[in-house]
């Protein structure tokens, strides 16, 4: 890891426990989204995609656990917490170093999407005794064209026609694209009529 690498994620370990300390009294339970607080959680995700391939998966692992125990109001972590946990937040875990994409689409701004999908989501996070929970990877943030709303599916087509893209990333890329359509990924005209709606009905002004 870089030394510059190393101070942005320790910057980024400061700012997640300040704003979560405001944000303290939030929980699984409450009505209100902690959004500022998973904000956080996702730009600490982010902010590792560029270091150690090898250690990225458990570093967000024990991110989104940390957060879950502290402030999520989760008195387990088993497996099935964590992919619960995901499914129901991942639309918030957007990053700000990524102009707000969700945290599953900034990893393939670097080499961090293959520790987050094959290694993290579709092998430690599954259980072995019930391997038809899984994480839903249709995440959806507003940074499609004109702001438009865009799944990680319709993101990785971006990402395969950028130029200056090597062959070795982008077939690393297809066997990503490959995994995650086997669990249900979707382009965001494919996903059901009415999520498309409330998605659309919610897009920011």
Request: net charge negative; proline share 2%; with cysteine.
């Amino acid at each position: 890891m870089t030394k510059s690498k190393a101070v942005i994620i320790f910057l980024c370990n400061v700012l997640l426990g300040f704003v979560l300390a405001v944000n303290a009294n939030a929980t699984e339970s409450d009505s209100k989204i902690d959004i500022e607080g998973l904000k956080s959680l996702a730009q600490r995700s982010c902010a590792s995609y560029g270091a150690d391939g090898s250690k990225i998966a458990s570093w967000i692992k024990e991110y989104i656990i940390d957060y879950m125990k502290s402030y999520a109001g989760y008195k387990t972590t088993h497996k099935r917490d964590i992919v619960h946990f995901i499914n129901q937040n991942k639309d918030y875990m957007t990053c700000s170093s990524s102009n707000g994409r969700n945290f599953m689409m900034a990893a393939f701004e670097d080499r961090g999407f293959n520790q987050l999908f094959n290694q993290l989501f579709y092998e430690m996070l599954v259980n072995e005794d019930d391997d038809s929970y899984l994480v839903d990877p249709n995440a959806v943030s507003y940074t499609g064209t004109g702001g438009q709303p865009e799944t990680v599916l319709d993101y990785i087509q971006t990402v395969k026609n950028e130029p200056g893209r090597t062959q070795g990333y982008l077939e690393q890329v297809a066997e990503v694209e490959e995994l995650i359509i086997s669990v249900g990924a979707k382009r965001f005209h494919q996903l059901p009529k009415a999520t498309q709606q409330r998605y659309l009905d919610n897009k920011p002004k």
